[in-house]
Nanobody, 122 residues
Framework: VQLQASGGGSVQAGGSPRLSCAAS????????AGWFRRAPGKKREFVGR????????YLADSVKGRFTIPRDNAKNTVYLQMNTLRPEDTAVYYC????????????????WGQGTQVTVSS
């Protein structure tokens, strides 16, 4: 499985961009998906996860109420809808797939996208 992330860029605070993560292959629906981010000078941080069916999303407290993680299994794509962005959301965002339950632990994930930069200016 290969993952291609897109949708990053420079955004004004308060903006609402959507990141996309498209997967190759025909087994996308067999994987739970997660999003992580790494801000400059910081370690990788869990952002959220979504189950195989698209139900049961779980978001980190830092983004809860602002971000959502929809997925479209027919398009082999998982999204990160970001709303009300803040400068502290500036980071490289990574999508990942997990044969398991997509926990908060990045070592549990099987496949990773290349990352896409999101820069939020105030």
């Amino acid at each position: 499985v290969q993952l291609q992330a897109s949708g990053g860029g420079s955004v004004q605070a308060g903006g609402s961009p959507r990141l996309s993560c498209a997967a190759s292959g025909r087994t996308f629906s067999m994987y739970a998906a997660g999003w992580f981010r790494r801000a400059p000078g910081k370690k990788r941080e869990f952002v959220g996860r979504i189950s195989r069916s698209g139900l049961n999303p779980y978001l980190a407290d830092s983004v809860k109420g602002r971000f959502t993680i929809p997925r479209d299994n027919a398009k082999n794509t998982v999204y990160l809808q970001m709303n009300t962005l803040r400068p502290e959301d500036t980071a490289v965002y990574y999508c990942a797939l997990d044969r398991g339950e997509a926990t908060m632990d990045p070592s549990d994930y099987d496949y990773w996208g290349q990352g896409t930069q999101v820069t939020v200016s105030s």
